[in-house]
């Protein structure tokens, strides 16, 4: 590859980035409004998508420790955003449920990103939607291989 090309490369992935973090610090800030921390937010995300969902399923997941899901699944269940539950099938296992009031703290994160996406997305078509979909997708299985499905599962 050459010096053209890497500075082409590098600028791709600076503004992957910075489309990434520009949507993730206006969904923060609405979110801290809130009383809901980066993390909690990324637990309420697959709480909401998939239940009950155990603790290790939720640091698989997120990527985060799990010292930090457990601090984080106390914090939340004070609020009374989530509930744990010892798993009937293995004792072992703490299934984790959003409550009714989690699930309309989640409801009003996911429509706050919906109006991100919908600023974000103006005046771009379907086809570049699908092209940017078809690279960032060739993006994830180049870095992660096989791995890929098993992170968007």
Known sequence: MDYEERGTLNKLTAKINDVSKIFNDELNAKCATMGITPA????????????PVNQLYIVNKTKLKAPTISVSLGRLEKKGLVRRETCDIDMRNIDVYLSDKGKEVDDEIKEYAEVIDEKMMKDITQEEIDTCMAVLDKLMVNILGEDYYYFYE
Do not use: A, V
């Not at 937010?41 to 998508?49: D, E, H, M, P």
């Open 40 to 51: 909690t937010r990324k637990i309420l995300f697959y709480l909401s998508s998939k239940e």
